[in-house]
Structure formats: structure tokens, C-alpha cells
């Protein structure tokens, strides 16, 4: 089978090509010596209507918008990731003028000239030589851009879009910026596996794979808790890790089966430091992308009666702008408080067999069993999550939540969790670390009753991470951020494919 390039790529510019290698230019030379950036060249001149300045600049980028042919002299804007420039080709300065023939919109080029205000007023550089840097072979999007389903197949050109090239800017620098944090906080980065023997760590559906070296099943991790609480065993009191994890599960608004956590252990410390270092993160991002300005306006989409997203006529979700202010402290709400505020009715009223009733009405599951905390749990996510706007911490959950918290020091049938919520997404969850290897092992065991019985999402035992605790861990406080719903909301994004450079989509068929 061979390769035929008319069977991949767009015969004018194939033609394009074959005429200017004929010309023996090489059209994917290895380098371009730039002076500066585009953005650069812009701030220099800024301001300077006159520019006397002979100095020779060398500037590259992509071709975008149309080549304005005039004749004798062409106008072309060139863009790097700082900003765009116009050139301006006069055929009485280029020995090769013709060649400008035969560059499209999406090639890119590098050029050789003096600084020059337009009689528009527009600052460009007068080449007096370029050359091809890459001949694009394809036509990129028209001015309408691409369609929402090939926008997520075709990342790379959807990534020309300013609005996506800013979200994912605006994320990779969030990523940076959580990491000067820490650091001066004095927490050390770390690593963790990310194929694992068992998935732990919290109740989800893993993928899993195969292990050929070891002819045994191993998994892509769910959560990096386990083996974060390994290293504090080991002594390392202060830690956090920011990665992928994986979970076999849904694709929606707030959900990509591959997506990146953070997450953080500190050795004697409890789920109030946590809450208080949550804060202090998204004040520190906000301080320096936001300019200390911690009120986001949101355009939160709405929900009809059923929790549904409501979408207009032409399948465009409808919004309706909200206002969340991130300033410290965040209020602190309990589950049962959350319940009694937002759905009008308090559990602590109800007998079991009305809160089960209730919560299979409203879309609850119980896969594992019924149990008056699980059911309470499911109340709260089919009918508060939604319609919080937040930020709120959303605390003291029951205990029968997750096995790897410690039980309330005050409060019988809690334990000391916390939930952080902004506009109906869960930003991020935090324990005070259960430590008691004993209690440890009785809660895993009943996790694995529940998984037995069904719920495919129930925690596993781990031997190893049991034996690990038995050595003796320190008071601890964990936390988990994630790092794409929190770009997501403070970019005022809807969809968590927004955020995300290569979202999970399905294969073409």
C-alpha cells in the first residue's frame, strides 16, 4: 500500500508546492534566526507614530487573514503566539516578488525588513527578503471557523480560534502559578504510579489494560491518594502531586474520562487547614492572571424542573450570568444545611424509607445497598449540586460517604469531609486522613461487601496500602482540586472541553 498525497491533502496546493520546489526552494528548512517576537516588535514601536529607525528586524509566523495583492506591493499579516504584524512586499525591494504567488493563509514565513508605519497607521515591517518556513498543505478554516464537532476532532486548527487559545493559555499558566504556590509554601512535587495493581483511592470505574512483563491486569489510577499517603508513611510530611488520573465513566459539560488533579497531603494537619489552603490557592491564581479581582462573572447554564440543561432551538445551552466572589473566607455550609437550604425540606425529618423513596425519585442510585447516609448523599447531588453557585464549602458529610476519612470529632454518623462547589461543579474534595489501620481495614471490607453486591464504583481492598498504615502515619489533612473545572469556571467556560487541548471524543466511523 503507498502513500498518495491527493488522496490527504489539497491538489492546489500540492501544485502550489511542486512549483516552488522547482524553483529549488526547500519549503521545511530546520531553522529561523528570529530577533524577537512579534509581541515584542509591537511594544517597541508603540506609541512612535514617525519611526526613522533603520534597524533590521527578523520576524516569522503564520499567514493569517487574505494576502491583499495590489499589484506592484502585497499587504500580509503574519501571527506568532505573541501577536500579529503586517508586512508589506514592494516588487521594486524583492528580487522574488512572483513567489508570493504561490503562499497561502496558514503558511508560514519568515521575513527580513525595517520598521514601518503605514499610511494607515498600522505598524509593519518593510521586507526586503523572506522566505518560506513551512507550506501548509491543507486550507484552513473560512472566517466562520470550524463546526463544534470538528473544533474537538481537529484541535490543532481549532487551536488557532483566540477564545480556545486563551483558555488553554489561561490554564497551563493557573498550572504554573499552583506550583510557585506550593513551592513557597514549602511543599515538594512528587510522583506517583499511574499504572496500578489495584484502583484506589475513590469510588469510580477504572481502565483497564494488561501488564505483559507481569502477565497480570493492571489499571490506569482513578486517584493518586493511596500512594501519596505511602510517601507521608515515608516521611515525606508536605507533599503534592498534579497529574492525570482516569476514570471509565461519563462525558458531559464537567466530565473527560482522562483529566488532571491536584492533589496535597501535610502531615499534622486537618480538613480546616485544607480549607483555609484552598482559599489561599485560588486567591494566589486570581492575584496574579486576574490582577487581584476575585469577583468572576459566570454565565452558569440553566436547568429545567428535571436538572436537565436547557438548550434553545438551535441546541445552544441557555445561561444566565452570576457572580461568584472568591475573596477569603468562602462560606461553610453542612450537607444537611445545603439540603435544608436549597431543596426546602431536612432529611433529619425523614425515616430511611422516605429518604430512600426520595432519592430513587429524584434519579438516585444504590447499586452497593441502601443506607440512610448513602441516601442522603444522593439527595444532595440530585438536588442541591446544581443549584449552587457558590464558592461554598460544602462539609460534615456521612460517613458512609467514603472509608478513607476520619470520623467527626464531634458529631456522631459524620466525618470531616468537605466539598468545595462553584455554579454546580465540584471544584474540589479534602478529609482529615482516616490513620487508624484497624478502622481502616473494617471500612475497605465493607466497601468490598458493597462491590459484591454490585457497585461496580465501591472501593477495593489494598493490602499493601493497609500494610503501609500499619507503620504509623501522622494527623494528616488531603485535598484534591480539579484543575479543569477550575479553569473552566474562572474562564467563564461551559463545557470542560474548553479547557481540555485534546478532549475525549469517539472515532469516526
Given amino acids: 500500500m503507498g502513500f498518495d498525497p491527493e488522496d490527504f491533502f489539497a491538489p492546489d496546493r500540492l501544485e502550489k508546492r511542486e512549483k516552488l520546489e522547482n524553483k529549488g526552494l526547500d519549503l521545511y528548512p530546520h531553522e529561523f534566526n528570529r530577533t524577537c ?89 518593510f521586507v526586503q527578503d523572506f522566505s518560506i518556513l513551512t507550506k501548509g498543505l491543507k486550507h484552513p478554516p473560512g472566517h466562520e471557523g470550524l463546526s463544534d464537532e470538528k473544533e474537538l476532532r481537529q484541535r490543532a486548527v481549532a487551536m488557532w480560534n483566540d477564545d480556545l487559545h486563551s483558555n488553554l493559555s489561561f490554564r497551563f499558566g493557573m498550572i504554573q502559578k499552583i506550583r510557585e504556590y506550593m513551592d513557597g509554601e514549602g511543599f515538594t512535587e512528587v510522583q506517583t504510579p499511574i499504572l496500578q495493581n489495584i484502583a484506589g483511592g475513590t469510588s469510580a470505574r477504572p481502565f483497564a489494560t494488561e501488564a505483559n512483563a507481569k502477565d497480570s491486569e493492571m489499571y490506569l489510577r482513578i486517584a493518586k491518594e493511596l500512594y501519596l499517603k505511602r510517601m507521608v508513611v515515608g516521611g515525606f510530611e508536605n507533599i503534592f502531586e498534579i497529574g492525570k488520573d482516569f476514570r471509565n465513566e461519563d462525558i458531559d459539560t464537567t466530565h473527560n474520562p482522562e483529566f488532571t488533579m ?103 442510585e444504590f447499586p452497593g445497598g441502601f443506607s440512610r447516609g448513602l441516601g442522603i448523599m444522593e439527595l444532595f447531588e440530585e438536588l442541591v449540586e446544581h443549584e449552587i453557585d457558590g464558592p461554598i464549602f460544602i462539609i460534615d458529610h456521612p460517613a458512609e460517604t467514603t472509608p478513607l476519612c476520619k470520623d467527626h470529632r464531634d458529631k456522631d454518623g459524620r466525618i470531616e469531609r468537605f466539598e468545595v462547589f462553584a455554579v454546580g461543579a465540584e471544584l474540589g474534595n479534602a478529609y482529615t486522613e482516616l490513620n487508624d489501620p484497624i478502622q481502616q481495614g473494617e471500612h475497605l471490607a465493607e466497601q468490598v461487601e458493597r462491590k459484591e453486591k454490585g457497585d461496580e464504583e465501591a472501593h477495593s481492598m489494598d493490602e499493601e496500602f493497609l500494610n503501609a498504615l500499619a507503620y504509623g502515619m501522622p494527623p494528616t489533612g488531603g485535598l484534591g482540586i480539579g484543575i479543569d473545572r477550575l479553569a473552566m469556571i474562572l474562564t467563564d467556560t461551559q463545557s470542560i472541553k474548553d479547557v481540555l487541548p485534546f478532549p475525549m471524543v469517539a472515532q469516526e466511523s
Fill in 37 to 125: 517576537e512579534i509581541g515584542t516588535y509591537r511594544e517597541k514601536f508603540e506609541g512612535v507614530d514617525e519611526i526613522n529607525s533603520e534597524e533590521t528586524y527578523r520576524l516569522a509566523g503564520r499567514i493569517t487573514g487574505n494576502i491583499r495583492d495590489l499589484g506592484n506591493i502585497s499587504f500580509i499579516d503574519i501571527t506568532d503566539e505573541t501577536g500579529t504584524v503586517q508586512l508589506f512586499f514592494s516588487s521594486d525591494d524583492i528580487d522574488d516578488y512572483d513567489t508570493l504567488s504561490h503562499v497561502d493563509r496558514g503558511d508560514f514565513i519568515g521575513a527580513v525588513g525595517t520598521p514601518l508605519r503605514a499610511d494607515s497607521g498600522e505598524l509593519s515591517l
Fill in 262 to 364: 491536584m492533589e496535597v497531603y501535610q502531615a499534622y494537619a486537618d480538613y480546616h487547614d485544607m480549607m483555609e489552603l484552598t482559599e489561599n490557592i485560588v486567591q494566589y491564581i486570581l492575584d496574579e492572571l486576574n490582577g487581584g479581582n476575585y469577583e468572576i462573572e459566570y454565565h452558569k447554564p440553566q436547568r429545567d424542573e428535571e436538572g436537565e440543561i436547557r438548550r434553545d432551538d438551535e441546541g445552544e445551552v441557555i445561561t444566565e450570568l452570576v457572580t461568584l466572589d472568591f475573596e477569603p473566607p468562602w462560606p461553610r455550609m453542612t450537607m444537611r444545611e445545603a439540603i435544608q437550604h436549597y431543596a426546602e425540606f431536612d432529611p433529619a425529618d425523614l425515616s430511611d424509607e422516605e429518604i430512600r423513596e426520595r432519592a430513587l425519585e429524584a434519579g438516585g
